[in-house]
């Protein structure tokens, strides 16, 4: 996972922290449509997403835009941006309200009011898509031991598959927390005799294992276990 270790990197957590707002609607019940998840646990129009290792010392995440005019999406340990291009006269630069991100091939300067970071491209990888995963809006992975969660695209469904795939479970679930703000989503279980909690929240995540970058932090509680790992929302 990301660390946040100096001042000016706390300055960047809080800017993006200030940007957030909390709300918690109140909770829809099983059965229905599968809830609108936010935008930012989503790649937009990107196909890959790349991880940089930064100075001050913290890791960022950026869903790659596809061509000069695209978004730029970019996710710390705190939460995310969606950053549009601007004129530069080298490499390209991004900006939204008082945020910058300026690289030039493997390098990439963060700028803030509160401080500038200094980032190297670490790894990339491929977006997951629909085609790779029908009928998934959402996944969720860890490991030690290997778990996986999918979330239906057309209904309130989780699918939990535990333990290196030994045990799989189809569950309803209702929502109790949608911060669409701050990328944060809280579904629980909708059935009494089979309960667990899942956390979704938008931040940059890498994998413990092979460092892969993720635009979400996922935690998942069942039968008194605590799983910690990262995920993307799968767009059609």
């Known amino acids: 996972m990301s660390r946040l270790l100096a001042p ?16 918690s609607p109140a ?22 997403f790349t991880s940089w290792r930064c100075t001050p010392d913290q890791s960022l995440v950026t869903a790659d ?27 390209a ?20 009011p509160r401080g500038r970071l200094e980032c190297q491209a670490y790894m990339q990888r491929q977006a997951l898509t629909r085609q790779q995963r029908p009928g998934v809006m959402f996944q969720g992975r860890g490991n030690e031991p290997g778990w996986m969660v999918h979330l ?3 209904r309130p469904e989780a699918t939990l598959t535990l333990d290196y795939g030994t045990r799989e ?22 059935r009494g005799d089979t309960p667990f909690e899942l956390r979704i929240e938008a ?22 276990e605590q799983y910690r ?4 929302g799968i767009a059609p």
């Open 93 to 112: 630069r991004y900006e939204g309200g008082q945020v910058s991100f300026w690289n030039r091939g493997d390098a990439a300067i963060v700028e803030t």
């Open 27 to 48: 909770p829809i019940t099983p059965g229905g449509q599968a809830p609108l998840l936010p935008s930012v646990l989503f790649p937009g129009d990107a196909e890959s």
């Open 169 to 190: 479970q189809t569950l309803p679930y209702r929502v109790t927390t949608l911060d669409n703000g701050a990328g944060r989503v809280i579904l629980q279980s909708g």
């Open 203 to 224: 931040g940059a995540c890498l994998d413990d294992m092979s460092g892969e970058p993720f635009p979400a932090r996922v935690t998942l509680s069942v039968e008194g």
């Open 152 to 154: 239906a695209n057309d």
């Open 229 to 232: 790992g990262c995920g993307q």
């Open 8 to 23: 000016a990197a706390l300055g960047l957590a809080l800017l993006l922290g200030g940007c957030a707002t909390a709300t």
């Open 65 to 91: 835009p596809k061509g000069p005019e695209g978004e730029l999406r970019l996710w710390s340990a705190h939460g995310a941006w969606r950053l549009q291009p601007a004129v530069v006269a080298s490499g």
